[in-house]
Structures are given as structure tokens and as C-alpha cells.
């Protein structure tokens, strides 16, 4: 999962089951689920059991592939009607997230190809196989590329966890800060808790310490002040998804962290594979923002925190304008304005 040790794994699958790092359940137990059928895949995806949107996009094409091999239906065309199916309403559960229905739609392709039953079951296996090695090397790349952003800062900020749990491994924005972290070893990294799931005070700060990253959290309304005093060289964050013209959605609260970071003068950056840019929708505007229940925020351990009669307002993400965005780190290297070129060119390499 991090830098330092692989013995943590975020998505395996090995003799044909799915096993899955139950992020509920950290910081204070690692636990795996196992998924024997593409139901409990999509119960995974939606309950937040597995997060981050290349690490569901997997999880979702290996959801396919148990789809595919507990088919029951005997004919080629009754088994791809079935898996069109269960393609639909595996990207319905994180609609935001563009990765989940990109790496859908490259095991579909490759379902729609296939003449045959067994063809069909070799090729949806191969193809998520494929992305879950892809996906590591990417990250590895996108920190690579990132981290002479790194190389004079003393500290960095980060929100929600864009890290090894949110990807197979190694991450995008933590990727970036890991690589930094070789060659600059005090590197220190502030961590919004991220409300109300807590991605960053759970996950982001367990990844990092596991990793012997030298990290603090604070609560989301600190991250101010710590802009103001903290000697912050960036900012660092993932993304759910970017538009053809920059626009960055990502966890709820990086919009509020962007401004910060431009009105202190603190470079503010997104960190995502290719795959995360979505030539097809033109800017912010167009991105369907996922509306979690209302419990995450008014309920704490099972607790009532507000009262039942208060409306509760719970949107998973917000949209950063890409004037906001001083570079976005993938794999082919750092982007930069104006993104409608830049974006462009690095899709057509």
C-alpha cells in the first residue's frame, strides 16, 4: 500500500476472490473484506469500505470479473446483457469519481470484443488485471513527477487521503509527497482531518506515520492559520475528477483550501493519473457532485450530534476552478495553464 510496506494491500484478487482493506475500520484495525460477488463489490464502493477513485475503479473491473464467472446464464449475448447490467449500477455508486466508470468501461470494451463465453471471461480478467499493475507504476510516476515541487518546502499541506489507500498503492498526492520525502527527509505535512468521514485524520496520517513521514493533523477550520504561520511551501491534493478546462473535483473542503492557499501566496496543486481527467466534461459546472447521508454529519459513533429536526447538508465534493490550480501532477508530468492545452496535448501523447 505505501512506500514502506507491501504487505499492506488496498485491492488483491487471488483464486478468484476479492479482498479489500476495510478503510472503516482504520486507523485502529486492519481488516480485509471478501467479496465473492459483484453485490458486495458495490456495497464496498458505496459504504466507503474501499475509497479513493482509482482504488474503486479496480475494485469496480474486478467486480466484473466476479460478475462474469458467476454468470449463470449459458449464451454469449445473455451473459454480455448481464454484465452491461451489472457495469450500470457498479458506476452508480460513486457517480463523481471518474476512474470508477473509466476502468468500467475498459473491461466492457473488452467484454463487447470478445466472441466468446470463455474469450469474454479471460479478457474482463486480464483487463482489470492489467489496470491494477498499471495503476501502481502510474502512481509511482505521477510522485516522481511532483516531487521537485517538494524539493525547498519545509512543510506541506494536504486534505482528505489521495494516498496508497485511495489508489492500489503508493498514491497520487501522498505519491508526491513520498517521493519528496527521499530526498528532502524533514519534509513535514499538515493534515486537514477532512470532516465529516475524517480521510485525513484516519487514513492520511496512518499512511504517513507507517512510512515514518513526520505529520500533524488539524481540524479543516485550522487550516488558516496554519496557511498564515505554518511556512507551508504547497498545497496537495487529489481529485475525483477534472474537466477539459481544469476544474478539480475533489473531497469537500478543497475548494475552501484552494482560496486559502491563494490569498497566502502557498502554490496549490492536484495530483491524479490521466485516467481522472474527463475530456468529455467541459468544465465544473458539468460534474455531478455525489450527496452522501445526512447521518455522516449529524451522527458521531452512533450518536445524535444535532438536532433531528435540522436539515442536514452533506455534498461529498466541491469544485476548484482551475484559476485556482497552480500545476496538476500526472504521470506524463506537471500540468500547467492554460489546461484546455495542456490537458489536450498530454491526452494525445
Not at 482509482?54 to 446483457?81: D, M, Q, R, W, Y
Not at 513527477?145 to 498514491?171: D, F, M, S
Not at 501522498?174 to 527527509?185: K, M
Not at 501566496?265 to 465544473?284: E, H, K
Request: some cysteine.
Amino acid at each position: 500500500m505505501t512506500g514502506k510496506d507491501e504487505n499492506i494491500f488496498t485491492v488483491e484478487y487471488a483464486d478468484g476472490k476479492l479482498m479489500l482493506l476495510d478503510q472503516t475500520a482504520l486507523p485502529a484495525a486492519e481488516r480485509y473484506i471478501e467479496c465473492e460477488n459483484w453485490q458486495r463489490v458495490a456495497k464496498a464502493i458505496s459504504d466507503l469500505e474501499v475509497r479513493g477513485a482509482p482504488a474503486i475503479g479496480v475494485t469496480a473491473a474486478f467486480g466484473l470479473v466476479l460478475a462474469v464467472k458467476a454468470s449463470l446464464v449459458t449464451t454469449h449475448k445473455e451473459i454480455l446483457n448481464e454484465l452491461e447490467a451489472v457495469a450500470e449500477s457498479l458506476i452508480a455508486t460513486r457517480p463523481t469519481a471518474v476512474n470508477l466508470a473509466w476502468a468500467v468501461q475498459e473491461v466492457m470494451e473488452v467484454a463487447r470484443s470478445s466472441q466468446t463465453t470463455e474469450e469474454m471471461q479471460q479478457n474482463v480478467e486480464s483487463t482489470a488485471q492489467r489496470l491494477h499493475a498499471e495503476d501502481l507504476a502510474i502512481c509511482k510516476a505521477i510522485g516522481d513527477a511532483g516531487a521537485e515541487l517538494l524539493a525547498e518546502a519545509k512543510n506541506v499541506i494536504t486534505h482528505c487521503n489521495a494516498g496508497g489507500l485511495a489508489t492500489v498503492g503508493y498514491g497520487t498526492a501522498l505519491g508526491v509527497i513520498r517521493s519528496a520525502h527521499r530526498e528532502n527527509p524533514n519534509l513535514h505535512v499538515w493534515v486537514d482531518e477532512t470532516r465529516p468521514v475524517l480521510q485525513g485524520a484516519r487514513l492520511s496520517s496512518y499512511e504517513l506515520h507507517r512510512d515514518g513521514i513526520d505529520c500533524t493533523v488539524i481540524v479543516d477550520g485550522a487550516a488558516a492559520s496554519v496557511l498564515r504561520e505554518g511556512e507551508v511551501g504547497a498545497a496537495v491534493v487529489g481529485a475525483d475528477r477534472v474537466a477539459a478546462n481544469g476544474d478539480v473535483a475533489n473531497k469537500i473542503g478543497t475548494y475552501g483550501l484552494a482560496v486559502l492557499a491563494r490569498y497566502h501566496g502557498v502554490p496549490f496543486y492536484v495530483a491524479a493519473p490521466l485516467s481522472t481527467i474527463d475530456s468529455a466534461t467541459p468544465n465544473g459546472s458539468s460534474i455531478e457532485i455525489e450527496q452522501r447521508p445526512g447521518l455522516e454529519v449529524s451522527e458521531y459513533r452512533g450518536e445524535a450530534i444535532t438536532p433531528p429536526e435540522v436539515a442536514v447538508h452533506n455534498p461529498a465534493f466541491d469544485v476548484t476552478p482551475a484559476e485556482l490550480v497552480d500545476g496538476i501532477v500526472t504521470e506524463v508530468g506537471v500540468l500547467r495553464a492554460p489546461y484546455e492545452t495542456s490537458i489536450r496535448e498530454a491526452l494525445n501523447k
